[in-house]
Protein backbone atom coordinates (compact mmCIF):
# COMPACT_ATOMS: atom_id res chain seq x y z
CA UNK A 1 0.00 0.00 0.00
CA UNK A 2 1.63 3.64 -0.94
CA UNK A 3 2.44 5.92 1.52
CA UNK A 4 -0.22 8.56 2.58
CA UNK A 5 1.64 11.69 2.67
CA UNK A 6 1.24 15.46 2.49
CA UNK A 7 3.31 16.25 -0.67
CA UNK A 8 3.05 19.97 0.44
CA UNK A 9 -0.56 20.83 -0.81
CA UNK A 10 -0.38 21.99 2.97
CA UNK A 11 2.49 24.00 4.27
CA UNK A 12 2.66 23.90 7.92
CA UNK A 13 5.16 26.17 9.97
CA UNK A 14 5.55 26.65 13.38
CA UNK A 15 6.91 29.68 14.77
CA UNK A 16 6.67 29.86 18.47
CA UNK A 17 3.57 29.05 19.63
CA UNK A 18 2.15 30.24 16.24
CA UNK A 19 0.77 27.51 13.75
CA UNK A 20 1.00 29.11 10.23
CA UNK A 21 -0.66 26.78 7.67
CA UNK A 22 -0.30 27.80 3.73
CA UNK A 23 -2.61 26.11 1.09
CA UNK A 24 -0.23 25.67 -1.37
CA UNK A 25 -2.03 24.46 -5.03
CA UNK A 26 -0.87 27.74 -6.83
CA UNK A 27 -1.95 26.08 -10.34
CA UNK A 28 -5.24 25.84 -9.00
CA UNK A 29 -5.39 28.86 -7.19
CA UNK A 30 -5.16 27.01 -3.95
CA UNK A 31 -8.69 25.58 -4.72
CA UNK A 32 -9.84 22.42 -2.06
CA UNK A 33 -9.46 18.85 -3.57
CA UNK A 34 -10.19 15.97 -1.48
CA UNK A 35 -6.00 16.50 -0.53
CA UNK A 36 -6.16 19.40 0.63
CA UNK A 37 -9.10 19.34 2.41
CA UNK A 38 -7.76 16.22 4.44
CA UNK A 39 -4.64 17.44 5.16
CA UNK A 40 -6.03 20.85 6.70
CA UNK A 41 -8.14 19.13 8.52
CA UNK A 42 -6.11 16.91 9.83
CA UNK A 43 -3.05 19.52 10.51
CA UNK A 44 -6.37 21.81 12.55
CA UNK A 45 -7.02 18.67 14.51
CA UNK A 46 -2.93 17.59 15.35
CA UNK A 47 -2.35 21.54 16.27
CA UNK A 48 -3.88 21.48 20.06
CA UNK A 49 -2.31 18.24 21.06
CA UNK A 50 1.28 19.77 20.12
CA UNK A 51 0.75 22.47 22.21
CA UNK A 52 -0.55 25.29 19.18
CA UNK A 53 -2.33 28.48 20.95
CA UNK A 54 -2.88 30.37 17.83
CA UNK A 55 -3.46 29.29 14.04
CA UNK A 56 -2.94 31.27 10.66
CA UNK A 57 -4.69 30.21 7.78
CA UNK A 58 -3.28 31.57 3.86
CA UNK A 59 -2.74 30.71 0.39
CA UNK A 60 0.67 30.60 -1.34
CA UNK A 61 1.38 33.35 -3.95
CA UNK A 62 -0.05 36.37 -4.22
CA UNK A 63 -3.66 35.96 -6.25
CA UNK A 64 -5.71 33.30 -4.00
CA UNK A 65 -6.36 32.44 -0.80
CA UNK A 66 -8.77 29.74 -1.87
CA UNK A 67 -10.98 29.72 -4.98
CA UNK A 68 -13.39 27.11 -3.43
CA UNK A 69 -13.87 23.56 -4.42
CA UNK A 70 -11.48 22.07 -7.25
CA UNK A 71 -14.00 21.96 -9.84
CA UNK A 72 -12.68 19.06 -11.97
CA UNK A 73 -12.60 16.79 -9.32
CA UNK A 74 -15.63 17.27 -8.08
CA UNK A 75 -17.39 17.21 -11.99
CA UNK A 76 -15.36 14.16 -12.52
CA UNK A 77 -13.06 15.40 -14.83
CA UNK A 78 -10.13 14.99 -13.11
CA UNK A 79 -8.87 12.35 -10.05
CA UNK A 80 -6.03 12.63 -7.91
CA UNK A 81 -3.64 9.67 -8.35
CA UNK A 82 -2.01 10.52 -4.47
CA UNK A 83 -2.76 8.28 -2.10
CA UNK A 84 -5.32 9.42 0.84
CA UNK A 85 -7.05 7.38 3.52
CA UNK A 86 -10.11 5.92 2.76
CA UNK A 87 -12.66 8.12 2.97
CA UNK A 88 -14.16 7.20 6.25
CA UNK A 89 -11.04 8.19 8.08
CA UNK A 90 -10.98 11.83 6.16
CA UNK A 91 -10.78 14.64 8.00
CA UNK A 92 -12.93 17.83 6.79
CA UNK A 93 -10.78 20.94 6.88
CA UNK A 94 -13.62 23.12 7.00
CA UNK A 95 -15.78 21.36 10.16
CA UNK A 96 -12.38 20.98 12.07
CA UNK A 97 -11.62 24.94 12.00
CA UNK A 98 -15.15 25.68 12.54
CA UNK A 99 -14.81 23.36 16.03
CA UNK A 100 -10.88 23.80 16.99
CA UNK A 101 -10.78 25.69 20.63
CA UNK A 102 -8.25 27.78 19.40
CA UNK A 103 -7.76 31.21 17.99
CA UNK A 104 -8.07 31.24 13.93
CA UNK A 105 -6.87 33.90 11.59
CA UNK A 106 -7.22 33.82 7.77
CA UNK A 107 -4.75 36.24 6.04
CA UNK A 108 -6.74 36.33 2.77
CA UNK A 109 -4.87 37.33 -0.26
CA UNK A 110 -6.73 37.21 -3.00
CA UNK A 111 -9.32 34.81 -4.58
CA UNK A 112 -11.96 34.29 -1.82
CA UNK A 113 -14.67 32.37 -3.37
CA UNK A 114 -17.09 29.22 -2.86
CA UNK A 115 -15.33 26.88 0.10
CA UNK A 116 -13.04 29.10 0.51
CA UNK A 117 -15.00 31.66 1.38
CA UNK A 118 -16.49 29.20 3.67
CA UNK A 119 -12.81 28.76 5.04
CA UNK A 120 -12.28 32.10 6.02
CA UNK A 121 -15.78 32.40 7.81
CA UNK A 122 -14.96 29.66 9.47
CA UNK A 123 -12.07 31.59 11.03
CA UNK A 124 -12.08 33.88 14.05
CA UNK A 125 -10.75 36.67 12.83
CA UNK A 126 -10.09 37.66 8.61
CA UNK A 127 -7.62 40.24 7.69
CA UNK A 128 -7.34 40.87 4.09
CA UNK A 129 -5.32 42.14 1.25
CA UNK A 130 -6.56 45.37 -0.63
CA UNK A 131 -6.63 43.20 -3.93
CA UNK A 132 -8.61 40.14 -2.31
CA UNK A 133 -11.91 39.45 -3.65
CA UNK A 134 -15.00 37.31 -2.93
CA UNK A 135 -17.45 35.51 -4.03
CA UNK A 136 -20.60 33.04 -2.78
CA UNK A 137 -21.33 31.09 -5.96
CA UNK A 138 -23.59 28.54 -4.25
CA UNK A 139 -27.10 29.29 -5.82
CA UNK A 140 -25.46 29.26 -9.10
CA UNK A 141 -24.61 25.93 -8.61
CA UNK A 142 -27.36 24.32 -6.54
CA UNK A 143 -26.13 24.28 -3.23
CA UNK A 144 -26.71 26.31 -0.25
CA UNK A 145 -22.66 28.08 1.11
CA UNK A 146 -22.21 29.81 4.49
CA UNK A 147 -25.71 30.64 4.91
CA UNK A 148 -25.89 29.52 8.50
CA UNK A 149 -22.84 31.28 9.51
CA UNK A 150 -22.50 34.30 7.07
CA UNK A 151 -25.22 36.46 8.91
CA UNK A 152 -23.72 36.57 12.43
CA UNK A 153 -20.86 38.52 10.42
CA UNK A 154 -22.78 40.72 8.05
CA UNK A 155 -26.31 41.10 8.68
CA UNK A 156 -29.65 38.93 7.35
CA UNK A 157 -30.09 41.42 4.81
CA UNK A 158 -26.52 41.47 2.95
CA UNK A 159 -25.33 37.74 3.97
CA UNK A 160 -28.86 37.15 1.44
CA UNK A 161 -28.35 39.45 -1.04
CA UNK A 162 -24.13 38.12 -1.63
CA UNK A 163 -25.66 34.47 -1.25
CA UNK A 164 -28.84 34.83 -4.22
CA UNK A 165 -27.25 37.05 -6.03
CA UNK A 166 -23.54 35.48 -5.93
CA UNK A 167 -21.84 38.09 -7.07
CA UNK A 168 -18.09 39.18 -6.82
CA UNK A 169 -17.07 41.57 -4.36
CA UNK A 170 -14.30 43.55 -3.51
CA UNK A 171 -12.23 44.33 -0.34
CA UNK A 172 -13.75 47.56 0.64
CA UNK A 173 -17.22 46.52 0.42
CA UNK A 174 -15.70 43.14 2.98
CA UNK A 175 -14.61 45.48 5.36
CA UNK A 176 -17.11 48.15 5.78
CA UNK A 177 -19.97 45.38 5.89
CA UNK A 178 -17.96 43.62 8.59
CA UNK A 179 -16.75 40.22 7.02
CA UNK A 180 -12.72 41.40 7.40
CA UNK A 181 -11.29 42.94 10.10
CA UNK A 182 -9.05 45.22 8.65
CA UNK A 183 -7.09 45.58 4.97
CA UNK A 184 -3.43 46.06 4.19
CA UNK A 185 -1.14 46.13 1.19
CA UNK A 186 -0.23 42.50 -0.02
CA UNK A 187 2.90 42.45 1.36
CA UNK A 188 1.65 43.53 4.68
CA UNK A 189 -1.02 41.49 5.25
CA UNK A 190 0.66 38.10 6.53
CA UNK A 191 3.15 40.04 8.65
CA UNK A 192 0.14 42.08 10.47
CA UNK A 193 -1.86 38.62 11.02
CA UNK A 194 1.60 36.88 12.57
CA UNK A 195 1.80 39.94 14.31
CA UNK A 196 -1.33 39.70 15.49
CA UNK A 197 -1.20 35.88 16.47
CA UNK A 198 1.29 36.18 18.71
CA UNK A 199 -0.17 39.20 21.09
CA UNK A 200 -2.96 36.64 21.20
CA UNK A 201 -0.74 33.69 22.07
CA UNK A 202 0.81 35.82 24.58
CA UNK A 203 -2.23 36.09 26.73
CA UNK A 204 -3.94 33.61 28.79
CA UNK A 205 -4.96 30.79 26.61
CA UNK A 206 -7.52 29.63 28.97
CA UNK A 207 -9.47 32.59 29.06
CA UNK A 208 -9.30 33.57 24.91
CA UNK A 209 -10.49 29.99 24.41
CA UNK A 210 -13.44 30.43 26.83
CA UNK A 211 -13.79 33.80 25.36
CA UNK A 212 -14.32 32.25 21.10
CA UNK A 213 -16.81 29.56 23.35
CA UNK A 214 -18.86 31.85 24.80
CA UNK A 215 -18.74 34.22 21.24
CA UNK A 216 -20.05 31.44 19.51
CA UNK A 217 -22.69 30.11 21.90
CA UNK A 218 -24.35 33.92 21.48
CA UNK A 219 -23.81 34.10 17.82
CA UNK A 220 -23.85 30.43 15.92
CA UNK A 221 -26.43 27.92 15.50
CA UNK A 222 -26.05 24.35 15.50
CA UNK A 223 -29.30 23.96 14.09
CA UNK A 224 -29.08 26.34 11.46
CA UNK A 225 -25.39 24.82 10.68
CA UNK A 226 -27.33 21.36 10.91
CA UNK A 227 -29.96 22.29 8.36
CA UNK A 228 -27.22 23.87 6.27
CA UNK A 229 -25.73 20.31 5.84
CA UNK A 230 -28.68 18.89 5.67
CA UNK A 231 -30.15 20.90 2.67
CA UNK A 232 -26.60 20.61 1.06
CA UNK A 233 -27.14 16.68 1.10
CA UNK A 234 -30.41 16.65 -0.29
CA UNK A 235 -29.24 19.26 -3.47
CA UNK A 236 -25.89 17.51 -3.91
CA UNK A 237 -25.90 15.20 -6.80
CA UNK A 238 -29.21 16.13 -7.92
CA UNK A 239 -30.20 15.96 -11.87
CA UNK A 240 -30.44 19.69 -11.90
CA UNK A 241 -27.56 20.60 -9.38
CA UNK A 242 -25.02 18.00 -11.43
CA UNK A 243 -26.36 19.81 -14.80
CA UNK A 244 -25.56 23.69 -13.16
CA UNK A 245 -22.27 22.59 -11.75
CA UNK A 246 -21.21 20.83 -15.16
CA UNK A 247 -22.28 24.17 -17.41
CA UNK A 248 -20.23 26.15 -13.85
CA UNK A 249 -17.15 24.15 -14.67
CA UNK A 250 -17.00 24.60 -18.18
CA UNK A 251 -17.48 28.45 -18.36
CA UNK A 252 -14.72 28.55 -15.64
CA UNK A 253 -12.39 25.98 -16.79
CA UNK A 254 -13.26 25.00 -20.21
CA UNK A 255 -13.36 21.46 -19.54
Not at 129 to 150: H, I, K, M, W
Not at 225 to 248: I, P, V
Request: net charge negative; charged share 25%.
Amino acid sequence: MAEVTNESVLIEERRGDVLLLTMNRLERHNALNAELNHWLGDAVRRAEPDGVSVIVLTGAGEKAFCAGGDMLEMSGVERSERPLPPPEERVNGTEELSRTPMPVIAAINGYCYGGGARLAIACDIRLASETATFRLPGAEYGLVVAAAALPRLVGASLAKEWIYTARKFDAQEAVSAGLVSSLHAPEELLPAAMAMAEVIAGHSQESVRESKRVIDLATLSDEAQAAESEANGRLRGSDAQTARFRDATRRVTGR
